[in-house]
Every structure is written in C-alpha cells, then in structure tokens.
C-alpha cells in the first residue's frame, strides 16, 4: 500500500466531517475580492439587478415595480433614504388603490396625516403624558377606537367608514410604533424619512419589516464596498429561497402528502372536532408535517424580503434563521420569525423591563417576558384580524381568542423558563447538550402550535382534544 | 480594572454564554448584529443600573445606544452628567 493511499485512508473521517461542517450550497461569494470589486462596477450592477430581476420574476407577483424600484435606489445611493419613502409611497398607492377589493387611498392619506401629527406632538411635548408613553398611548387608542367601532349600529355610514379606515389604520400601526419609539433616539430621522418604512416596497405585514427607521440607520450601507456586500448576501439569500421554495413545492410537498399520504393538518384536526376517529400516528404525522411546511413556508417569504431590502443597500438579519437548531425555547423564538420578536420586545419586553419591578430580581425578567410573549403577541393577533372583530364583535371575536390566548401563555411560561436556564447550563456532550435540547425545543413549538393558530377559532377544549387524540386517549 | 475595560469584560462574558468567542472593538455592533440577543440586552441594562448608575425608566431604553463598547461609555458619561 502507497503512503498516498494510506493518508487517503487516514484523513477520510476527520476530513470529511470538516469538509461538510463548511459546505456551503451557495458559496460566500461577498468574501471574493473580484466578485466584490465586479459587483461595484456599473457592469456589474447591472448585472446584480438582472440576476436578481430574474429570481423577483420567479418568486414576486410585482416584480416589474420592484426590480424597477431597486434599480432607482441602487443608481441613487446618496438619495437611498429619499428614494425609499417615495419608492413606498408609490407602493403604498398600488396597494390601496390597486390591489384591494376597493380604493382605500384617501384612508391612507389620513392616517399617513394622522401619523405625521402624533409624531410632531409625541417630538415638541417630550414630557406630556402621551411624549413619555407614546406607543402605550398609540396602542391604547386604537384598541378604545376599535371598541368603540364595534359598537356602532350595522349598517350606519359611520360604521362602515370608521371599520374602512380602522383597517387601513391597522396595517401601520405597528409602523407607527416604530416612528413613536425613535423619537427617543439621539439620531431621531424626520417624519418624511420615517415613512419610507410604513410598509416599505420590499414587502411588509402587519409586522414592520425590517423594524424601523432607527435600524435602517444602523445597516445602511455607508460605502460602495458595502452596498455590493448587501447586495450580494441579497442575491445569496434569493436564491436560497427559490431553493427552499422548490424544495417545498416539488419535494416535501409531494412526498409528504402524496407519495406518504399524509393528510393535511386541517383535515385531521377538523376530523378531532367533528368526532371522526382517526390513528393517533396520523395525527402526529400531519401536526409534524404542518410544522415543517409552515417552517419552510415563512423561511421562503421572509428570506425574499430581506433579500430585497438588502438589494436597496440595507445588511438586515434573515427573518428566519436556522431555527431547529435552537438549544432553548428563548433562542427558538428569537430564530423563528426575528422581526416579530423584535417588535414586540422593542414594543412591550423592553419597556416593562426598564419600568416595572426593578426591585423584584428574577420577576422583572418574567414580567417583561410575558409582557412581550403573552401580553403583545395577543394584543397584535387579536387586532390583526378586524374583519373578525367587525363581524362578531369585540367580546364575542375576545371569547373566540381564547386558544391562541393559552398558547401565548404556555410559550411565555416557556421562554421565561428556558432564560432562567439558560444561564445555569453548562457545555455538555453533543447528545446531551445538543441533540437533546434540539429535538426538545422542536417537539415543544411542534405540539403547542395546535393552540397557535390565530386565523382558527377554534374553542380551546378543541384543541385538547386533539392532543388526546395525538396520545390516543380520545375516542 | 478602569470602568470601560469592565464593559468589555461583561460584554465578552455575555457574548461567551452564545458561545462567541470572536474578538471584538469598541465599535462592533453587538445586539443589532446579532450577535447578543434581547435578553442580553436586559442583564446588559441590569449591570449598567447596578454598577454605574443609569437609570432606563427615565432615559428610554434603545438598543441602538447599547450597541457598541463607545456607545455604552457615552450612555454612562450622559447619565452620570444627568446626575450631577
């Protein structure tokens, strides 16, 4: 035997495991210095925009105004800022005028009004009432409006005027909040530059993406260099998604729910609640199934708007990061839908943690933790849907909420408990200190998401019942 | 130890809890990098409160201002010119 062939044999385990500990399916071409210095070059922008163009035309219905869009702000950097409040107002006019059932622009126009005079208000009287607590009045106002809304009479103008623009009101809200909470910023951006985050072009829920004016500041490229960083991770992270997404809809998809037979999560849950009997394996099947499909799912349109505002020149963090490699139920979320969490720990966590039981020790932790997880993810479900609320009202549609409510407590009773761990657990070995914590956090948002639906309105004693089916202990 | 090299050392202890062990400046962004999580921010905020004296509950609490080592100096040098 050759020395040759004996080192061939004596690398392979070693060699092979580091090997695929740094694959990478798409390689970190933003660390190349020609691809870098390529990508700064006129050519070269061109060239980004047209690849990126080409996955837009894939994975976006509106990808003729936003490949356009991006084009504008990448010729323009100096006016990027600028360039995005119009580019947002435009689509903010596509979206209300255009893509809705009816024309909503002139609600947009006053709440965009609305918005500039509580921020000029909350900016001039810092120590009134409202300038110290300005999203805490913000959201108080809108919860009394919505209270007071669904009390009108059926059938009023005024009903169906205040419900008109209540909706469009509640698809800034959380915009809004965004701009409040800057003011208190040491950099705090005019309102004109605050807007260009009130649902910027690159696509948005009622979840501001990415957070607001205050971190755009922060991940704005300042550089060409790193304006072609941005915008290679942007194309990078394009193409994963149109991985993820292929994945989903020729792989997972098919295998799980044809070739498997797998029925859909709905179905069988709809099967628990009318006390039709089904194997409690299948249950499992389908609540894992509808975890990982989901997983994908917000993988995919997550990563396609960051990848778009990271076209626009700005290094935001992924949406969705690895989650199922989370070691506690804290990391987990934080993972799982990242601008999520952060609206409500800038909204809720942060200020009850900074007000409230500052003499309490480990309670403020868990005060402010359930004020984010529990309080503020309710609060922003809940007022998420006010068709929901419009039709049942807002008791009954309160009654209605009562298992996504349960959900909410069960996961803030588990993120407190997984930080309060956090800092006692030690480095153990891989089966223990990961394998284990891994499949643990999994399991646990696998089997508390059949309480976590919040389009389903389901009673809670529902959702229990499922869960005996999945330990067969239903009939 | 001077009272900016105890920031750091916190802050190295924060970031070796998430298992980073990177080296860092005074102006590397920690939290909105991503690199410390919201929770850090709070035992961040409680070390600030316990040890030098800021007081969030009237200076608002932004993540931008704890963000690097230079910005948690000049927090604490705004806090303690308030205080005086």
Same mark, same amino acid.
Request: proline content about 5%.
């Given at each position: 035997m050759t020395d040759a062939a004996d080192d061939g044999r004596a690398m392979p385990v070693s060699g092979l495991l580091s090997f695929l500990r740094g694959f990478r399916l798409?390689?970190?071409?933003?660390?190349?210095?020609? $691809?870098?210095?390529?990508?700064?070059?006129?050519? &070269?922008? $061109?060239?980004?925009?047209?690849?990126f163009g080409i996955g837009l035309w894939y994975t976006n219905p509106h990808w003729q105004t936003l490949i356009f869009l991006l084009a504008v702000i990448t010729a323009l950097p100096q006016y990027r800022r600028i360039v995005l409040t119009i580019g947002t107002l435009l689509w903010a006019c596509g979206i209300w005028w255009r893509w809705v059932d009816y024309p909503r622009l002139v609600q947009v126009a006053i709440l965009f009004i609305l918005a500039a005079l509580l921020f000029w208000f909350a900016t001039l009287f810092r120590n009134s009432w409202f300038g110290r607590r300005p999203v805490a009045s913000l959201l108080t106002g809108f919860a009394l409006a919505v209270l007071l809304a669904s009390d009108l009479p059926r059938g009023e103008p005024l009903r169906t005027v205040s419900w008109d623009f209540l909706t469009v009101a509640g698809a800034y809200l959380w915009c809004m909040a965004y701009s409040l909470l800057d003011i208190k910023s040491k950099r705090c951006d005019p309102f004109s530059l605050q807007l260009g985050t009130y649902r910027p072009f690159w696509g948005s829920t009622h979840t501001p993406f990415v957070k607001g004016a205050a971190y755009l500041r922060r991940i704005e490229a300042q550089s060409a260099e790193q304006l072609a960083v941005a915008q290679l991770k942007g194309l990078k992270l394009l193409l994963w998604a149109m991985i993820l997404d292929l994945f989903l809809r020729k792989a997972f998809l098919p295998v799980v729910h044809g070739y498997m037979g797998i029925p859909l999560y709905e179905d069988v849950f709809e099967q628990s609640a009318l006390r039709i009997g089904?194997?409690? !394996?299948?249950?499992?099947? =389908?609540?894992?199934?509808?975890?990982?499909?989901?997983?994908? &799912?917000? =993988?995919v349109w997550g990563h396609g708007i960051v990848a778009s505002c990271r076209m626009a020149g700005f290094l935001a963090l992924r949406n969705t990061y690895r989650p199922l490699a989370s070691r506690s139920i804290a990391e987990f979320w934080?993972?799982?839908?990242?601008?999520?969490?952060?609206?409500?720990?800038?909204?809720?966590? !942060?200020?009850?943690?900074?007000?409230?039981?500052?003499?309490r020790g480990r309670w403020r932790l868990f005060a402010a933790t359930f004020a984010a997880a529990s309080f503020g993810n309710v609060f922003y479900h809940f007022f998420s849907d006010l068709n929901y609320i419009e039709e049942l009202g807002f008791w009954r549609a309160l009654v209605g909420f009562q298992s996504y409510i349960f959900y909410t407590i069960i996961l803030a009773l588990g993120i407190s408990i997984s930080q309060a761990r956090e800092r006692k657990i030690k480095d153990s070995s891989w089966f223990r200190g990961r394998l284990i914590p891994v499949l643990s956090v999994s399991s646990f948002y696998c089997v508390l998401s059949i309480f976590g639906h919040p389009e389903k309105r389901y009673p809670i004693r529902e959702g229990f019942r499922f869960l005996a089916h999945l330990f067969n202990l239903a009939s | 130890m001077d009272r900016k090299a105890e920031i750091r050392e916190f802050l190295r202890i924060l970031l070796a809890r998430r298992r980073d062990e990177k080296a860092f400046s005074d102006e590397t962004s920690l939290f909105l990098s991503g690199r410390l999580q919201s929770v850090d921010a709070v035992v961040l905020a409680v070390f600030l409160e316990e040890n030098f004296g800021v007081d969030f509950a009237a200076m608002g609490f932004d993540q931008e201002r704890v963000d690097t080592v230079n910005a948690i100096w000049s927090l604490v040098e705004e806090s303690s010119s308030l205080e005086h």
């Open positions: 798409i390689p970190r071409i933003e660390t190349y210095p020609r $691809v870098l210095a390529f990508a700064q070059t006129i050519i &070269g922008k $061109v060239t980004l925009l047209g690849a089904f194997p409690w !394996y299948l249950g499992w099947a =389908s609540l894992i199934a509808d975890f990982l499909e989901k997983l994908l &799912g917000l =993988s934080n993972r799982y839908y990242y601008y999520f969490k952060e609206l409500m720990v800038d909204c809720f966590f !942060y200020p009850t943690f900074m007000r409230y039981f500052k003499q | -």
